[in-house]
């Protein structure tokens, strides 16, 4: 099993953003942090004689750094040359995780991180993040995090002595809750149990979410009215048996059951403030279609402030 998390570098302050959290995964793992930089060589090559120097200052700075600020981290850097999907995804495969920065142009020539970070999405079958600079997650009380339930509470309280408080992760700054999609018709296990494990790591809250939508009614809001009654507690229960499995695997972590009606990635990303991190699928495809992520998952790539996870699975 891989005992790293990598992380991409190319001297942008998204992959300096990508690296730290990055760090404080591989400390909340216990395993140790791999930093990469790719360089993609022009045809022919032509580098510089300062660029490799450039390089290597970019890997060690970060390190040092990274160090610095977390004295127990294992931290080591590679330089690599070539096409930078092809390499991360490669790389991806004896990861835990890949983490990348969510856009930007770095000042190593040729790592495009909006591109190459959705190149490698769609390369790999392991985990990989995307995170933004300047995200800092929020812990909220149990009953706050009720608010972004609409209607009775769809989780069951916790037994004896009401809900537990909430809690701090092991590491500064990686606190608060996961957020995940969840289809009741579709459960995918490999992202449920993804979401989980990052719950219960940060020692937080997983917030599921459920969207659906309501029979076109024109604007008859009483027939809306009755239709978000009836139908609301069969969402409700379809929601509670998916995600039953996973309480019980994991039962430090809270969940918040959400079923908000509404477009998906909208319910999404209005969920994912203040999360620590938010997880969604990506199907593994193989027919002539080709690899892509779905519309969801791209929305909320796109929009979405807080680190997200993309989890493959068939």
Not at 10 to 39: F, I, Q, T
Not at 94 to 111: P, Q
Not at 234 to 252: F, G, T
Not at 264 to 275: I, P, T, Y
Request: aromatic residues 4%; neutral net charge.
């Amino acid at each position: 099993m891989p005992q790293h998390v990598t992380a991409g570098l190319d001297g942008s302050a998204e992959s300096a953003a990508a690296a730290e959290w990055a760090a404080r995964e591989a400390l909340l793992r216990e395993v140790s942090l791999r930093l990469v930089l790719v360089a993609d060589p022009p045809d022919p090559p032509r580098r510089g004689p300062d660029e490799g120097d450039a390089v290597d200052d970019v890997l060690a700075g970060t390190a040092r750094a990274l160090q610095g600020r977390h004295p127990g981290l294992e931290v080591r850097t590679q330089r690599l040359s070539g096409r930078p999907p092809a390499v991360l995804a490669r790389e991806a495969a004896t990861s835990e995780l890949v983490v990348l920065g969510s856009r930007g142009l770095g000042s190593v020539r040729g790592f495009l991180l909006g591109s190459v970070a959705m190149a490698t999405i769609i390369g790999t079958d392991r985990p990989v993040v995307l995170v933004r600079p300047g995200h800092e997650p929020r812990t909220q009380a149990y009953a706050e995090e009720r608010a972004y339930a609409e209607g009775p509470p769809s989780a069951e309280p916790h037994a004896k002595g009401g809900p537990r408080p909430a809690r701090s992760g092991a590491v500064a700054g990686t606190a608060g809750p996961v957020v995940v999609g969840v289809d009741v018709h579709d459960a995918c296990e490999p992202v449920l149990d993804f979401a989980f494990a990052e719950a219960a790591l940060r020692g937080g809250r997983l917030r599921a979410v459920h969207s659906w939508s309501l029979p076109p009614f024109g604007r008859d809001a009483l027939a809306l009215d009755m239709a978000l009654q009836e139908m609301r507690p069969d969402v409700v229960r379809q929601l509670r048996n998916v995600l039953a499995p996973w309480r019980q695997k994991y039962p430090s972590v809270d969940v918040v059951e959400l079923t908000p009606v509404g477009g998906v990635s909208e319910q999404l990303l209005h969920a994912a403030d203040g999360a620590a991190l938010v997880v969604v699928g990506r199907r593994i495809r193989t027919g002539r279609v080709g690899a892509h992520v779905g519309p969801v998952t791209h929305a909320v790539i796109h929009h979405c402030g807080a680190p997200v996870a993309v989890v493959a699975h068939a």
